[in-house]
């Protein structure tokens, strides 16, 4: 939980509500995701250029190529993650993010997870990701340089996994590192891509396939 965000960007407030009415009316209900979306100022996550279109409902250009995930589609994957809208108090616990960005959606889940790991195989967005988490003294984030296509390993295993690239297939090594009870949203296909949700329990695995999306590819190594 992080509460150290009050007072910065104030002056986007009334956009950053404006936003959080417009998640709402397409169908968001998580009181808690749509809280810790209005608490992460997006326009600090992009390039100055752009500021004015930060709360619009959009992807948005970050360079090399990527972009910051449109609005809608960070707060619903968060909210399947979760999957207890009727339940505020109960956080999540261990997180992986797979596709760091900009950073912005590793704020967001920093709001809500008690503690967030983030994976970008682009070394300049590594680098600014964590120096702009740094900045916003988000310290519930730990920030890592690699391929994760191949998850991580070493921290597993997550209470969730969220992915920010598109895979071609679903990954039963990725599924793996969940933890009994565990959910993981990612975006799969090449031309036509879904968001599917996984879930782990004691019997094995379940899969759901949600809603259309457009996610970047996850690509294999670092660049
Ligand atoms: N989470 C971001 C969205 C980032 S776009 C947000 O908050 O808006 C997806 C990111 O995934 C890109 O930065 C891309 O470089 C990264 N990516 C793609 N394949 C990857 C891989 N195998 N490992 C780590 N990151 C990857």
């Known amino acids: 939980m992080n509460k150290n965000l009050n007072g910065i960007g104030m002056t986007s407030q009334r956009t950053r509500a404006r936003l959080i009415e417009r998640l709402r009316e397409q169908g968001i209900r998580d009181e808690t995701v749509l809280a810790a979306m209005f608490e992460v100022p997006r326009h600090l996550f992009i390039d100055e250029a752009l500021a004015s279109r930060a709360y619009d409902d959009v992807s948005l250009p970050i360079n090399f190529n990527q972009t910051i995930s449109q609005p809608y589609i960070v707060a619903r994957m968060i909210e399947v993650l979760r999957a207890?809208?009727?339940?505020?108090?109960?956080?999540?616990?261990?997180?992986?993010?797979?596709?760091?960005?900009?950073?912005?959606?590793?704020?967001?889940?920093?709001?809500?997870?008690?503690?967030?790991?983030?994976?970008?195989?682009?070394?300049?967005?590594?680098?600014?990701?964590?120096?702009?988490?740094?900045?916003?003294?988000?310290?519930?984030?730990?920030?890592?340089?690699?391929?994760?296509?191949?998850?991580?390993?070493?921290?597993?295993?997550?209470?969730?996994?969220?992915?920010?690239?598109?895979?071609?297939?679903?990954?039963?090594?990725?599924?793996?590192?969940?933890?009994?009870?565990?959910?993981?949203?990612?975006?799969?296909?090449?031309?036509?891509?879904?968001?599917?949700?996984?879930e782990r329990d004691e019997h094995g695995f379940r899969e759901t396939r949600l809603e259309p999306v457009k996610f970047v590819p996850l690509l294999i190594g670092k660049a």
């Open 84 to 198: 207890a809208p009727d339940k505020p108090d109960s956080p999540l616990g261990r997180v992986l993010e797979i596709g760091t960005g900009c950073g912005y959606q590793a704020a967001v889940l920093a709001q809500i997870a008690r503690e967030v790991y983030t994976i970008e195989r682009i070394q300049p967005l590594y680098e600014r990701a964590r120096k702009q988490l740094r900045d916003l003294k988000i310290r519930n984030v730990s920030v890592r340089y690699a391929d994760g296509s191949v998850g991580l390993p070493e921290a597993a295993p997550f209470d969730g996994i969220i992915m920010a690239a598109a895979a071609p297939a679903l990954s039963a090594a990725l599924r793996e590192q969940l933890a009994p009870g565990g959910r993981m949203v990612l975006p799969v296909g090449t031309q036509e891509q879904w968001l599917y949700l996984v």
